[in-house]
Protein backbone atom coordinates (compact mmCIF):
# COMPACT_ATOMS: atom_id res chain seq x y z
CA UNK A 1 0.00 0.00 0.00
CA UNK A 2 1.39 3.63 -1.33
CA UNK A 3 2.18 6.03 1.81
CA UNK A 4 -0.53 8.38 2.50
CA UNK A 5 0.11 11.83 3.99
CA UNK A 6 -1.17 11.44 7.57
CA UNK A 7 -3.62 14.76 7.00
CA UNK A 8 -5.25 12.80 4.60
CA UNK A 9 -5.22 9.90 6.62
CA UNK A 10 -7.11 11.49 9.40
CA UNK A 11 -9.44 13.39 7.54
CA UNK A 12 -10.82 10.08 5.95
CA UNK A 13 -10.78 8.46 9.02
CA UNK A 14 -12.86 10.82 10.56
CA UNK A 15 -15.59 11.18 7.56
CA UNK A 16 -15.70 6.98 7.67
CA UNK A 17 -16.08 7.58 11.19
CA UNK A 18 -19.41 9.95 10.43
CA UNK A 19 -20.73 7.84 7.91
CA UNK A 20 -19.18 9.73 4.89
CA UNK A 21 -19.32 7.16 1.61
CA UNK A 22 -15.95 6.45 -0.44
CA UNK A 23 -17.53 8.78 -3.23
CA UNK A 24 -17.96 11.85 -1.20
CA UNK A 25 -14.92 11.62 0.35
CA UNK A 26 -13.28 11.18 -3.05
CA UNK A 27 -15.39 14.06 -4.10
CA UNK A 28 -14.27 16.21 -1.60
CA UNK A 29 -11.06 15.75 -1.60
CA UNK A 30 -10.65 15.75 -5.51
CA UNK A 31 -11.92 19.05 -5.46
CA UNK A 32 -9.56 20.50 -3.11
CA UNK A 33 -6.59 19.80 -4.60
CA UNK A 34 -5.90 16.43 -3.51
CA UNK A 35 -4.55 13.81 -6.30
CA UNK A 36 -7.17 10.83 -6.75
CA UNK A 37 -4.31 8.40 -5.83
CA UNK A 38 -3.72 9.63 -2.67
CA UNK A 39 -7.04 9.63 -1.97
CA UNK A 40 -8.01 5.85 -3.26
CA UNK A 41 -5.05 5.15 -1.27
CA UNK A 42 -6.29 6.49 1.94
CA UNK A 43 -9.61 5.20 1.41
CA UNK A 44 -7.41 1.89 1.11
CA UNK A 45 -5.69 2.24 3.68
CA UNK A 46 -8.79 2.49 6.10
CA UNK A 47 -10.54 -0.21 4.61
CA UNK A 48 -7.11 -2.43 5.42
CA UNK A 49 -7.34 -1.70 9.05
CA UNK A 50 -11.13 -2.07 9.11
CA UNK A 51 -11.72 -5.36 7.53
CA UNK A 52 -7.91 -6.76 8.50
CA UNK A 53 -7.30 -7.86 4.75
CA UNK A 54 -4.65 -6.43 2.81
CA UNK A 55 -5.49 -4.64 -0.49
CA UNK A 56 -4.88 -6.73 -3.22
CA UNK A 57 -2.34 -5.51 -5.66
CA UNK A 58 -3.23 -6.42 -8.90
CA UNK A 59 -0.07 -8.03 -11.00
CA UNK A 60 0.86 -6.95 -14.37
CA UNK A 61 -0.45 -8.88 -17.21
CA UNK A 62 1.70 -7.35 -19.98
CA UNK A 63 -0.61 -5.04 -21.47
CA UNK A 64 2.02 -2.50 -20.81
CA UNK A 65 4.13 -3.92 -23.50
CA UNK A 66 1.34 -4.59 -25.63
CA UNK A 67 -0.63 -1.26 -25.49
CA UNK A 68 2.84 0.46 -26.16
CA UNK A 69 3.11 -1.32 -29.46
CA UNK A 70 -0.15 -0.43 -30.29
CA UNK A 71 0.13 3.14 -29.69
CA UNK A 72 3.36 3.21 -30.81
CA UNK A 73 1.82 1.79 -34.31
CA UNK A 74 -0.67 4.47 -34.37
CA UNK A 75 1.51 7.29 -34.19
CA UNK A 76 4.28 6.24 -36.21
CA UNK A 77 1.51 5.79 -38.78
CA UNK A 78 -0.43 8.86 -37.78
CA UNK A 79 2.40 10.78 -38.65
CA UNK A 80 2.94 9.30 -42.07
CA UNK A 81 0.03 10.11 -43.31
CA UNK A 82 -0.51 13.33 -41.87
CA UNK A 83 3.10 14.47 -43.25
CA UNK A 84 2.18 12.75 -46.52
CA UNK A 85 -1.28 14.71 -46.57
CA UNK A 86 0.87 18.44 -45.76
CA UNK A 87 3.35 17.00 -48.83
CA UNK A 88 0.76 16.33 -51.36
CA UNK A 89 -1.34 19.63 -50.05
CA UNK A 90 2.20 21.70 -50.90
CA UNK A 91 2.83 20.00 -54.14
CA UNK A 92 -0.79 20.87 -55.54
CA UNK A 93 -0.47 24.68 -54.03
CA UNK A 94 2.72 25.24 -55.90
CA UNK A 95 1.69 23.50 -59.37
CA UNK A 96 -1.49 25.96 -58.97
CA UNK A 97 0.55 28.88 -57.43
CA UNK A 98 3.45 28.84 -58.89
CA UNK A 99 5.79 31.74 -58.13
CA UNK A 100 8.42 32.54 -60.33
CA UNK A 101 10.84 34.21 -57.93
CA UNK A 102 10.28 31.54 -55.63
CA UNK A 103 13.86 29.10 -55.48
CA UNK A 104 11.18 25.72 -54.83
CA UNK A 105 11.77 23.56 -56.97
CA UNK A 106 8.57 21.92 -58.28
CA UNK A 107 10.58 19.01 -61.05
CA UNK A 108 9.33 16.06 -61.51
CA UNK A 109 6.45 16.76 -59.58
CA UNK A 110 4.60 13.24 -61.08
CA UNK A 111 6.75 11.35 -58.97
CA UNK A 112 6.40 13.54 -55.55
CA UNK A 113 2.71 13.11 -55.57
CA UNK A 114 2.55 9.52 -56.47
CA UNK A 115 5.00 8.47 -53.41
CA UNK A 116 2.79 10.79 -51.13
CA UNK A 117 0.01 9.10 -52.60
CA UNK A 118 1.47 5.63 -51.50
CA UNK A 119 2.36 6.56 -48.35
CA UNK A 120 -1.03 7.86 -47.62
CA UNK A 121 -3.00 4.76 -49.19
CA UNK A 122 -0.29 2.38 -46.74
CA UNK A 123 -0.40 4.93 -43.39
CA UNK A 124 -3.85 5.70 -43.38
CA UNK A 125 -5.78 2.43 -43.23
CA UNK A 126 -3.33 0.73 -40.66
CA UNK A 127 -4.22 3.91 -38.38
CA UNK A 128 -7.83 3.79 -38.72
CA UNK A 129 -8.11 0.11 -37.96
CA UNK A 130 -5.51 0.44 -35.12
CA UNK A 131 -7.19 3.16 -33.26
CA UNK A 132 -10.11 1.31 -34.54
CA UNK A 133 -8.85 -1.59 -31.61
CA UNK A 134 -7.69 1.05 -29.56
CA UNK A 135 -10.91 2.64 -29.14
CA UNK A 136 -12.92 -0.97 -28.94
CA UNK A 137 -10.40 -1.52 -25.81
CA UNK A 138 -10.88 1.65 -23.66
CA UNK A 139 -14.86 1.68 -24.13
CA UNK A 140 -14.29 -2.19 -23.28
CA UNK A 141 -12.50 -1.54 -20.12
CA UNK A 142 -12.51 2.27 -19.15
CA UNK A 143 -9.19 2.06 -16.91
CA UNK A 144 -6.98 1.43 -20.23
CA UNK A 145 -7.65 5.21 -20.22
CA UNK A 146 -5.33 6.11 -17.24
CA UNK A 147 -2.42 3.59 -18.47
CA UNK A 148 0.61 5.54 -17.91
CA UNK A 149 2.13 4.27 -21.61
CA UNK A 150 -0.99 5.92 -23.02
CA UNK A 151 -0.28 9.09 -21.37
CA UNK A 152 3.70 9.61 -22.01
CA UNK A 153 3.55 8.59 -25.44
CA UNK A 154 0.40 10.81 -26.19
CA UNK A 155 2.24 13.64 -24.47
CA UNK A 156 5.10 12.89 -26.56
CA UNK A 157 3.02 13.11 -30.06
CA UNK A 158 1.31 16.29 -29.21
CA UNK A 159 5.38 17.81 -28.22
CA UNK A 160 6.01 17.02 -31.84
CA UNK A 161 3.10 18.15 -33.30
CA UNK A 162 3.63 21.50 -31.42
CA UNK A 163 7.22 21.74 -32.26
CA UNK A 164 5.68 21.60 -35.86
CA UNK A 165 3.29 24.13 -35.04
CA UNK A 166 5.68 26.79 -33.56
CA UNK A 167 8.68 25.73 -36.06
CA UNK A 168 5.27 26.76 -38.81
CA UNK A 169 5.08 30.45 -36.98
CA UNK A 170 8.95 30.97 -37.12
CA UNK A 171 8.37 30.23 -40.79
CA UNK A 172 5.75 32.28 -41.11
CA UNK A 173 7.55 35.01 -39.14
CA UNK A 174 10.70 35.18 -41.15
CA UNK A 175 9.21 34.93 -44.44
CA UNK A 176 7.42 38.00 -43.32
CA UNK A 177 10.30 40.04 -42.07
CA UNK A 178 12.24 39.36 -44.93
CA UNK A 179 9.57 40.49 -47.47
CA UNK A 180 9.13 37.46 -49.27
CA UNK A 181 4.97 36.87 -47.73
CA UNK A 182 2.71 35.26 -51.20
CA UNK A 183 -0.68 33.64 -50.87
CA UNK A 184 0.60 30.34 -51.68
CA UNK A 185 3.47 30.52 -48.54
CA UNK A 186 -0.33 31.36 -46.25
CA UNK A 187 -1.73 28.97 -47.81
CA UNK A 188 0.79 26.14 -47.05
CA UNK A 189 1.03 27.84 -43.13
CA UNK A 190 -2.85 27.04 -43.13
CA UNK A 191 -2.22 23.70 -44.11
CA UNK A 192 -0.05 23.14 -41.48
CA UNK A 193 -1.76 24.70 -38.58
CA UNK A 194 -5.13 22.72 -39.90
CA UNK A 195 -3.40 19.71 -39.65
CA UNK A 196 -1.12 20.17 -36.60
CA UNK A 197 -4.58 21.88 -35.26
CA UNK A 198 -6.85 19.20 -35.49
CA UNK A 199 -4.47 16.45 -34.33
CA UNK A 200 -3.11 18.34 -31.46
CA UNK A 201 -7.22 18.88 -30.33
CA UNK A 202 -8.37 15.62 -30.97
CA UNK A 203 -5.71 14.16 -28.43
CA UNK A 204 -5.98 16.49 -25.65
CA UNK A 205 -9.62 16.16 -25.36
CA UNK A 206 -8.85 11.82 -25.43
CA UNK A 207 -6.20 12.84 -22.47
CA UNK A 208 -8.87 14.58 -20.79
CA UNK A 209 -11.46 12.13 -20.84
CA UNK A 210 -12.07 9.42 -17.34
CA UNK A 211 -13.36 5.89 -16.99
CA UNK A 212 -16.60 7.91 -15.63
CA UNK A 213 -16.59 10.18 -18.58
CA UNK A 214 -20.14 9.67 -20.52
CA UNK A 215 -19.21 7.50 -23.37
CA UNK A 216 -21.60 8.51 -25.90
CA UNK A 217 -19.37 11.93 -26.29
CA UNK A 218 -16.00 10.11 -26.44
CA UNK A 219 -17.52 8.05 -28.53
CA UNK A 220 -18.84 10.83 -31.05
CA UNK A 221 -15.39 12.88 -30.62
CA UNK A 222 -13.23 9.37 -31.90
CA UNK A 223 -16.12 9.46 -34.72
CA UNK A 224 -15.60 12.63 -35.61
CA UNK A 225 -12.25 13.01 -36.40
CA UNK A 226 -11.59 9.58 -37.86
CA UNK A 227 -14.56 11.17 -40.41
CA UNK A 228 -12.88 14.19 -40.88
CA UNK A 229 -9.62 13.22 -41.57
CA UNK A 230 -10.53 10.49 -43.83
CA UNK A 231 -12.76 13.10 -45.87
CA UNK A 232 -9.45 15.40 -45.74
CA UNK A 233 -7.65 12.70 -47.01
CA UNK A 234 -9.95 11.29 -49.96
CA UNK A 235 -10.82 15.02 -51.19
CA UNK A 236 -6.83 15.59 -51.71
CA UNK A 237 -5.89 11.68 -52.47
CA UNK A 238 -8.33 12.14 -55.78
CA UNK A 239 -7.55 15.60 -56.88
CA UNK A 240 -4.08 14.38 -56.46
CA UNK A 241 -4.92 11.42 -58.69
CA UNK A 242 -6.64 13.62 -61.29
CA UNK A 243 -3.26 15.64 -61.10
CA UNK A 244 -0.80 13.33 -61.47
CA UNK A 245 -2.90 10.55 -63.19
CA UNK A 246 -4.55 6.89 -63.10
CA UNK A 247 -1.66 4.14 -63.61
CA UNK A 248 -2.30 3.46 -67.40
CA UNK A 249 -1.76 7.27 -67.66
CA UNK A 250 1.60 7.71 -65.72
CA UNK A 251 2.91 4.40 -67.25
CA UNK A 252 2.50 6.31 -70.63
CA UNK A 253 4.07 9.14 -69.47
CA UNK A 254 7.01 7.38 -68.12
CA UNK A 255 7.44 5.62 -71.53
CA UNK A 256 7.18 9.22 -73.28
CA UNK A 257 9.98 10.40 -70.50
CA UNK A 258 11.89 7.55 -71.27
CA UNK A 259 11.90 7.82 -75.36
CA UNK A 260 12.57 11.88 -75.09
CA UNK A 261 15.68 10.37 -72.52
CA UNK A 262 16.80 7.84 -75.51
CA UNK A 263 16.57 10.27 -78.60
CA UNK A 264 18.68 12.84 -76.37
CA UNK A 265 21.54 10.30 -75.70
CA UNK A 266 21.17 8.69 -79.32
CA UNK A 267 21.97 12.59 -80.57
CA UNK A 268 24.76 13.48 -78.10
CA UNK A 269 26.27 10.07 -78.84
CA UNK A 270 26.12 10.62 -83.00
CA UNK A 271 27.14 13.96 -82.59
CA UNK A 272 30.74 12.78 -80.15
CA UNK A 273 31.30 9.80 -82.79
CA UNK A 274 31.36 12.10 -85.77
CA UNK A 275 33.29 14.96 -83.76
CA UNK A 276 35.63 12.27 -83.70
CA UNK A 277 35.47 10.86 -86.78
CA UNK A 278 33.21 12.91 -89.65
CA UNK A 279 30.60 10.73 -90.73
CA UNK A 280 27.34 9.14 -89.63
CA UNK A 281 26.67 5.94 -88.54
CA UNK A 282 24.85 3.53 -91.48
CA UNK A 283 22.07 2.78 -88.35
CA UNK A 284 21.46 2.91 -85.09
CA UNK A 285 22.96 -1.21 -84.91
CA UNK A 286 26.42 -0.16 -86.39
CA UNK A 287 28.78 -1.50 -83.58
CA UNK A 288 30.57 1.41 -82.97
CA UNK A 289 27.57 3.12 -82.09
CA UNK A 290 26.30 0.48 -79.78
CA UNK A 291 30.09 0.79 -78.17
CA UNK A 292 29.14 4.17 -77.29
CA UNK A 293 25.92 4.40 -76.41
CA UNK A 294 25.03 1.31 -74.86
CA UNK A 295 23.21 -1.55 -74.88
CA UNK A 296 19.27 -1.61 -75.47
CA UNK A 297 19.13 2.47 -76.20
CA UNK A 298 18.24 2.26 -79.37
CA UNK A 299 15.04 0.32 -78.57
CA UNK A 300 11.35 1.52 -77.83
CA UNK A 301 10.58 1.69 -73.92
CA UNK A 302 7.43 -0.33 -74.73
CA UNK A 303 7.24 -1.38 -78.59
CA UNK A 304 11.22 -3.06 -78.22
CA UNK A 305 11.41 -1.84 -81.64
CA UNK A 306 14.36 0.48 -83.03
CA UNK A 307 14.00 3.94 -82.84
CA UNK A 308 13.54 5.60 -86.53
CA UNK A 309 16.93 6.75 -87.80
CA UNK A 310 17.66 8.32 -91.16
CA UNK A 311 20.91 9.66 -92.18
CA UNK A 312 20.43 12.96 -94.94
CA UNK A 313 23.11 14.61 -96.89
CA UNK A 314 26.16 15.52 -95.46
CA UNK A 315 26.31 15.84 -91.48
CA UNK A 316 22.45 15.88 -91.47
CA UNK A 317 20.04 13.42 -89.94
CA UNK A 318 16.86 12.73 -88.46
CA UNK A 319 15.80 10.65 -85.08
CA UNK A 320 11.64 9.55 -84.91
CA UNK A 321 9.35 8.00 -82.17
CA UNK A 322 6.01 7.52 -81.72
CA UNK A 323 4.83 9.09 -78.96
CA UNK A 324 1.67 8.35 -76.35
CA UNK A 325 1.12 11.85 -75.88
CA UNK A 326 1.71 15.56 -76.52
CA UNK A 327 4.83 17.34 -75.04
CA UNK A 328 1.85 20.07 -73.69
CA UNK A 329 -0.16 17.18 -72.22
CA UNK A 330 2.80 15.33 -70.55
CA UNK A 331 4.06 18.78 -68.81
CA UNK A 332 1.04 19.10 -67.33
CA UNK A 333 1.88 16.42 -64.48
CA UNK A 334 5.51 16.96 -64.23
CA UNK A 335 8.63 19.01 -65.55
CA UNK A 336 8.71 17.22 -68.84
CA UNK A 337 11.84 17.95 -70.31
CA UNK A 338 10.01 17.84 -73.78
CA UNK A 339 7.24 20.39 -73.07
CA UNK A 340 9.39 23.21 -74.90
CA UNK A 341 12.05 23.60 -77.06
CA UNK A 342 13.62 21.33 -79.12
CA UNK A 343 12.30 17.74 -78.01
CA UNK A 344 8.51 18.99 -77.97
CA UNK A 345 6.06 16.72 -80.05
CA UNK A 346 2.55 15.89 -80.57
CA UNK A 347 0.97 12.15 -79.67
CA UNK A 348 1.91 9.90 -82.36
CA UNK A 349 4.97 9.54 -84.77
CA UNK A 350 7.26 12.87 -84.39
CA UNK A 351 10.53 13.13 -86.17
CA UNK A 352 13.27 15.57 -85.05
CA UNK A 353 16.10 16.77 -87.76
CA UNK A 354 19.75 17.04 -86.81
CA UNK A 355 23.36 18.05 -87.90
CA UNK A 356 25.65 16.30 -86.66
CA UNK A 357 28.34 19.01 -87.41
CA UNK A 358 26.69 21.76 -85.90
CA UNK A 359 26.23 22.90 -82.00
CA UNK A 360 23.70 20.73 -80.04
CA UNK A 361 20.05 22.14 -80.16
CA UNK A 362 18.70 20.41 -77.45
Known amino acids: MKATDSRLQEFVDAGKLKGA ?16 AHVYAAIGSYWERTTGVILPERTATGESSRDAFLYLLSFATLAT ?41 VAFPIYLLVMRKIVRETDADPERLQSGVRKWLTWLALLLTAGSVIGDLIWFLDFFLTGELTLRFVLKCAVVVAIAGMIFGYYIASLHRTPSDHEPAGFQRDLAFAATAAAA ?3 VFCTAVVVAGTPPT ?4 EADRRRIEDLHRIAVTI ?16 PVFGRSAGANLASDPETRE ?3 YRPRSGSRYELCAVFSNSSQEDSDRQDYVGATGFWSHSAGRN ?12
Open 21 to 36: TDESLVALLTRSGWPA
Open 81 to 121: WATALGSLLFALIDRWLPDAVSGVNVANLRSSLTWQMADIL
Open 233 to 235: VVL
Open 250 to 253: QRRL
Open 271 to 286: HTLYGQNPALPATLND
Open 306 to 308: VYE
Open 351 to 362: CFALDASQNRPF
